[in-house]
DNA sequence: CGGCCCGTTGCATTCGAAGTCATTTCCTGC
DNA sequence: GCAGGAAATGACTTCGAATGCAACGGGCCG
């Protein structure tokens, strides 16, 4: 029927050839390298032996075809250089292998690929996608209308279409800000993300609320895009113009950024003259160069949640869209003294 | 022939469902969407129009079945924590997207998974791999048995079976020790990475056989394992047991931990007291809080190389494996004074 | 006006494994 | 010794697209 043909390049057999080898059907090739399935021990040694005498490897691909599942899942991170995703993907590609699935891996530099991306997801039949970048609502639709389970991690779901995991910024900004206020802080210069990413908006909407309740508006607000340059950047704009007791950035990448400005630029003391606090808590963050107090992210249990969100979603494709949110926990530090 | 059930979830029409909706042959379909191939401009019209009415999207699954081409990589990447891959892992999936092959990511958290994601990689009938782990002869000699065209991506290619792409290490330390040697230091102490790690082994046996050209040997030597936590304790051995002018760490991060130490514990002048160089030129490195004197290996150009070289030997099977080296460049920082 | 050639198109087959259904085998219990 | 049933196995179909080959049609040239 299907004899392996010697076409080029070895390869390895399929099924049909260590069915000939074994002296069985095809089927029960296939039931031997299923799980689940009843073989006699004799014919499964059989076929093993025959199999590993063609050097036999189920092919992945061939199966996903007619069983409608690749077992692969998207994971779209929109900028790996942010020194927090990185360690996001090591754990969701971690924790999906030991669920059995593959990850394909999609990167953004710019927003602007991600219909191109969208359109490779489609066509490779992923069973979902864990995505860390912004989705419009049409865009989150369509995985609805492919029938994609999907997943957002640190990104708001639009209408619940879309599952979402987040943490949660007001919490953890309170704790920062309110420990600020309490050691006497009062005038504040905020470093934003960029206007489209709903985290950083998140964050510093929290500490400006925050900063309101208390009866303060702060003194110098400044946009960056979550990059070490963008930190120092726009620290420098911040204290050139502005006297500030503290500085709160909307992630720790840039909070470092405006630490080196402080002191190795304008010679500030910090957190004497003035404090800093980031948000995400990356390794960098925590080395004893720096020692940012910042809030950080649970990302164990966040992709423990965005896994096991996705695979409720694959098993029941009816189920309704989960959101969940998870507290930051406060890093201490040595930048900030919190009252 | 094949009119789609609609078990289920929704899911996209298949190319008979775009055939039998624009009137033609399901090979017209196939045609129209691939490029290359000759279809009448009306033609191709009318079946885009029935393929936008019934959603139709590829599927990749089913192309590479027959084509026995997934337009899958394997990237293999041992420790996604180490700073320097997550660039490198950005570089590749750009570069791999641009030249159309999509990106199946493995991660190892222990060496010991290695075989099961090469059994995975076997079964995705990916089109090549590039890997930044450590592979057996065994094992590299298992992927011209598939048939899988294999990259090493910072990692020596055992006799030649395996492409690889290398950042030469001896260049690069000699310019780091030469300058030490130069500005008067002759008390060394070495960071090393884990024994099994070829790169870090390199690294380090070139800064011996530089000092011992010199005529000098190491005072004391320490072995990490590349991460930040491993430099801080090795410097702490390191310096409790010896006095030092000079630390040459096998990685930037270690060489971070080791300024940490010496900054933040122990309170010796960099580099009055003792001057610290690294490798890799890794972001933080150049923060302003260390600006560490290292060799920044040249990412883009090997990134490049490695996807140009997979390239050729996907589309040349036969092709002999080519050992690629890169040169380093020193970036000159604050933590040594280089003569 | 006939023949030829090329651009289009359809038919039929192929890729490799999974699973349905039917058949065989063997064991059990009466 | 035979019916009943469970386990094991095989024949066959299916998933969705690519492609070799044959057929068709139109334009061009002689």
Redesign the interface.
């Known amino acids: 029927m299907n004899p392996s043909r010697h076409h080029?390049?070895?390869?390895?057999g399929t099924s049909y050839d260590v069915a000939r080898e074994a002296g069985v059907s095809q089927s029960t090739v296939s039931r031997v390298f299923r799980p689940g399935t009843s073989v006699a021990p004799a014919t499964r040694a059989r076929v093993m032996a025959a199999a590993a005498r063609v050097?036999y490897?189920?092919?992945?691909?061939?199966a996903?075809?007619i069983t409608r599942r690749?077992n692969?899942v998207a994971?779209v991170i929109s900028n790996?250089?942010n020194?927090h995703?990185?360690?996001v993907?090591?754990e969701l590609?971690?924790r999906l292998?030991a669920e059995g699935l593959?990850?394909?891996?999609?990167?953004l530099?710019t927003e602007s690929e991600i219909d191109a991306v969208l359109?490779?997801i489609?066509?490779?039949?992923v069973d979902g996608a864990i995505v860390a970048a912004r989705l419009s609502a049409k865009q989150q639709a369509a995985f609805v209308?492919?029938?994609v389970p999907l997943v957002l991690y640190n990104r708001p779901g639009h209408d619940g279409i879309a599952s979402s995991v987040c943490c949660e910024a007001a919490s953890g900004e309170q704790l920062l800000i309110d420990g600020l206020l309490c050691a006497g802080r009062r005038r504040f210069g905020l470093i934003a993300g960029p206007a489209d990413s709903a985290v950083g908006e998140a964050r510093i909407a929290a500490a400006r609320a925050r900063l309101e309740a208390a009866g303060l508006l702060p003194v110098a607000e400044e946009r960056g895009d979550f990059s070490?340059a963008s930190g120092?950047a726009a620290t420098r704009a911040i204290i050139a113009a502005h006297r500030l007791d503290a500085i709160v950035a909307a992630n720790d990448v840039m909070a470092?950024?405006a630490?080196?400005?402080l002191?190795?630029?304008a010679g500030l003391a910090v957190p004497a003259d003035v404090a800093v606090v980031g948000f995400d808590g990356v390794?960098?963050a925590a080395?004893?160069?720096?020692r940012l107090t910042t809030v950080r992210q649970p990302v164990e249990a966040m992709t423990d949640a965005a896994v096991r969100l996705l695979l409720t979603r694959i098993a029941e494709?009816?189920r309704p869209a989960e959101q969940l949110l998870f507290a930051g926990a406060l890093v201490p530090g040595a930048t900030a003294p919190l009252g």
Chains 1, 2 share one sequence.
């Open positions: 080029g390049g070895r390869q390895c050097g490897r189920p092919n992945a691909i061939a996903s075809l690749s692969l994971v790996l250089t020194l995703y990185p360690e993907l090591a590609t971690r292998s593959r990850v394909l891996l999609f990167t530099s359109d490779q489609w066509r490779y039949r209308h492919e029938g070490h120092l470092l950024g630490l080196d400005v002191r190795h630029e390794a960098p080395w004893p160069a720096y494709p009816g």
